[in-house]
């Protein structure tokens, strides 16, 4: 089958690809996507790892769950009684199952919408030809001038103990569980880690994570990283750091992990189930890369520039495929930037102001540096720190765990970074990011009138700590 030449292929319709691919069309391109994913019938499922397996599944289920917890512990405060509250598991993965259904069928209108042409299937490089690239989709050889590659990551597995998504679990095996266990285990104590063990938590599973690190969410600021654990261990989250792990033996009653904690002692620990959520791997499995000498780096990621171009002209990759963080709202940039740099124009991502959030109970959400990355640069900063238990909103709620905190350069007070633990964090950091790439300063927050009541006011306060001079602390 041979098609007319496209002006754009692109590989892979997660977060990265679906929207490079929208953008690009937008932009007046004659666009062709390629995405290989099944649903549970065989048929297209684009959205990638972000829809299918990763960002909605897990929030859907962090959602379910959370609602159980509050009807179990918290209503009662409010007044409420609840009788035989129980969790119907089932119903709970086909409502995730359902969401995940609804986003898969929003891309493919979105396709039709943008006159984007979606092949399902594998596509890999068939060769360099004259005018572009020819890449392969089952019987279909397609060719561009332009490609962009966003084939994303897989999880990585702990060597010799490969997912069997039955008891020993990658994130897809971990959003599917279909009762809750008795005992869960969870090897890494990171994103997928924290928000996986929270929602089995709740559901009622006696959760250890075991952590190779000595210290806890070493990449988030220490003083909320240190409320976050404070607050993770009263829910009844067991976590144990710098463990080495041994021994993983998985059999019909359930997986014995062996161990030795920080201090060399061994132990075992038997489980039901062992979700192993150790980080993530680029996926260039399939692309058939050496086709055309297309570079990877000794991880297997995609070798780019700052803007994303490999060592091919007219060859881009963005997302989980190539470096920096490995988020859909980073890989959603970068398809935008490359789509508006085909077309000629100045597309742009700023890595200094990417947030990232963590959907736990409190949530924990940031952007820019640290304070320990402040005092490891040498730079001179002001720090400002607002706790939501002087906040009327957050009473209100009744959620009062955790803070806002702000730091500021020490000479002009511009914002370097702010750091959230508590509720609603993922929606309060977009202020931050907003003030970040204005480059304002903490004044700018603290002048600015936030409504009554609401948790925003926190930010306020926080940005006038920086100055010491809180209104409500
Ligand atoms: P992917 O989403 O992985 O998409 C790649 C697509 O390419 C897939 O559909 C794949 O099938 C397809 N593909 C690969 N090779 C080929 C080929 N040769 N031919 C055709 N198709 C191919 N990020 C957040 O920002 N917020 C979150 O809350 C969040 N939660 C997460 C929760 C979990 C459990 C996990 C695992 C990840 C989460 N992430 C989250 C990370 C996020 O999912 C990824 O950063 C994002 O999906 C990366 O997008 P991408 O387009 O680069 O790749
Ligand atoms: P991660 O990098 O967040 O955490 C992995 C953890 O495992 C680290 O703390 C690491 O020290 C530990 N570890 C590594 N090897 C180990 C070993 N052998 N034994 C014990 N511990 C070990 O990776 P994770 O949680 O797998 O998630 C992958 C990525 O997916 C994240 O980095 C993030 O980019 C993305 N993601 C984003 C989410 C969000 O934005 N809310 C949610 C979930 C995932």
Redesign the pocket.
């Known amino acids: 089958m041979s098609n007319p030449p496209f002006d754009v292929i692109v ?9 490079a691919a929208i953008r690009a069309a937008q932009l007046g391109f004659n666009v062709a996507c ?4 099944k649903n549970d019938k065989g048929g297209p ?15 859907a289920l962090l959602q379910s769950s959370e609602h159980f917890e509050h009807a179990g512990h918290a209503f009662a405060d409010h007044g409420i009684g609840l009788k035989d509250l129980r969790m119907d598991v089932a119903k709970m993965l086909a409502r995730k199952n359902q969401i995940v259904k609804q986003n898969n069928d929003g891309i493919l209108y979105l396709f039709k919408k943008n006159k984007v042409t979606f ?1 399902h ?4 490089f068939a060769g360099a030809v004259a005018g572009g690239y020819e890449v392969a ?1 089952g019987d279909a050889k397609l060719v561009a001038k332009q490609v962009v590659v ?6 990585r597995a702990l060597p010799g103990t490969p997912f069997d998504e039955e008891r020993v679990l ?3 095996g ?2 599917r569980i279909g009762a809750v266990p008795k005992k869960l285990g969870l090897i890494g104590s990171g ?2 880690g924290l ?2 063990g929270s929602v089995w938590r709740r559901l009622g599973a006696e959760v250890t994570v075991l952590e190779a690190l000595p210290t806890f969410l070493g990449a988030v600021d220490e003083q909320i990283a240190k409320e976050a654990h404070k607050a993770f261990t009263k829910q009844g989250l067991k976590i144990e750091l710098g463990v080495k792990v041994g021994e993983i033996k998985s059999g019909k009653s359930g997986v014995e992990v062996e161990y030795t904690d920080a201090k060399g002692a061994a132990h075992k620990l038997a489980v039901d189930k062992l979700i192993v ?1 150790i980080g ?1 791997a680029p ?6 890369a050496q086709a055309v000498g297309l570079a990877l780096d000794e991880r297997g990621a995609i070798v780019v520039d700052a803007e994303c171009r490999t060592n091919l002209p007219g060859v881009w990759a ?5 470096r920096g ?8 940039e ?2 935008v930037a490359v789509a508006e740099r085909i077309a000629g124009q100045h597309g742009h991502v700023n890595f200094d102001t990417i947030p ?4 736990t109970s409190p949530e924990i959400a940031w952007v820019g540096q640290t304070e320990q990355q402040l005092k490891a640069s040498g730079r001179a900063y002001k720090a400002g720190v607002f706790p939501f238990m002087a906040n009327g909103r957050a009473r209100a709620l009744g959620d009062t765990t955790g803070m806002v905190k702000f730091l500021a350069d020490a000479a002009t007070d511009e914002i370097l970074g702010v750091h959230i633990v508590g509720p609603m964090a993922s929606e309060l950091i977009s202020e931050a990011v907003v003030a970040m790439e204005f480059k304002a300063s903490a004044e700018d927050i603290a002048r600015i009138c936030h409504a009554h009541p609401s948790l925003s006011e926190a930010t306020k306060e926080a940005a006038l700590a920086v100055d010491k001079r809180t209104l409500n602390f």
């Open positions: 590989i892979g319709a997660g977060p990265g690809g679906y929207i390629i995405d290989e994913w499922a684009p959205g990638g790892t972000c829809t299918n397996v990763g960002c909605i599944p897990s929030k092949f299937g594998r596509g890999s989709v966003a084939t994303g990551s897989v999880a990658s994130n897809d971990a959003l994103v997928i928000e996986m959520s993530r996926n260039t499995q399939g692309l058939n963005v997302g989980d495929v190539v963080p490995m988020l859909a709202h980073k890989a959603e970068e398809g990232w959030v963590i959907y």
